[in-house]
């Protein structure tokens, strides 16, 4: 069945730290993948997208994410995370699906 | 430039009580889409539409109805609430199918 997934519930990093926040999907072709971010009592706002071409993909708020085929991964990635960046993080696929979501927490 | 507009931000129901959920974007696209909210289950689809006058169901249709007579609206109506739709329902919209979606700010409905 198609799927996608996000392991990691919550998730707590320090401020200044790095974060890869894991999305996998199990579909029979590449599917287009994003990631969407929720702040508190907000809609979701559009990170970034992989359609094709470049596996890696950059996105807004200095996020980045990369495809990788051989895993069926689509990972979120941030070299220095900011408490600004405190939020529900969603991946999602062209059909409409999404993971459960992973929220970030930021410590001081 | 509004978006994508939901009305109203908060509801309060009783069982058994119909209502709608406002749906309005102003970026003339032609996809639309409900989704519910609910703790640790991520978005789930409801109904969608892919142009003016052609609905269908998603994941979790059961209890909800809508209508597109229009590229701008598309109303969700609850037909007779229940607690278990008790969540926060997002509207959103997207040039095409596949394609990126802008979501609206959200309506939190409590059915008591």
């Known amino acids: 069945a198609q799927s996608v997934t996000q392991p990691d519930i919550h998730i707590t990093v320090s401020e200044g730290a790095s974060l890869e926040l894991r999305c996998n999907y199990s579909?029979?072709?590449?599917?287009?993948l994003f990631w969407y971010v929720q702040s508190p009592g907000q809609g979701l706002q559009l990170l970034l997208k992989?359609?094709?071409?470049?596996?890696l993909v950059q996105g807004i708020k200095g996020f980045e994410a990369e495809f990788k085929r051989s895993q069926s991964s689509f990972n979120l990635r941030k070299p220095s995370v900011h408490w600004s960046d405190a939020a529900e993080y969603f991946c999602?696929?062209?059909?409409?699906?999404f993971g459960a979501g992973t929220r970030l927490t930021v410590k001081p | 430039n509004a978006g994508v507009t939901q009305t109203p931000k908060f509801q309060v129901l009783k069982t058994g009580q119909s209502m709608t959920l406002q749906c309005a974007q102003d970026?003339?696209?032609?996809?639309m889409s409900w989704y519910r909210q609910d703790p640790g289950m991520g978005l789930r689809l409801i109904h969608y539409?892919?142009?003016?006058?052609?609905?269908d169901q998603g994941e979790v249709p059961n209890g909800y109805n809508v209508s597109r007579s229009t590229t701008e609206d598309f109303p969700l109506r609850l037909l007779s609430a229940a607690p278990s739709q008790t969540s926060v329902y997002f509207c959103?919209?997207?040039?095409?199918?596949?394609?990126?979606?802008?979501f609206g700010a959200g309506t939190r409905l409590s059915v008591l």
């Open positions: 539409s892919v142009g003016a006058g052609i609905t």
């Open positions: 959103a919209s997207s040039p095409s199918l596949g394609n990126i979606q802008y």
């Open positions: 579909y029979g072709a590449t599917p287009y």
């Open positions: 992989y359609f094709s071409g470049d596996t």
């Open positions: 970026m003339n696209h032609e996809y």
């Open positions: 999602a696929v062209n059909d409409m699906r």
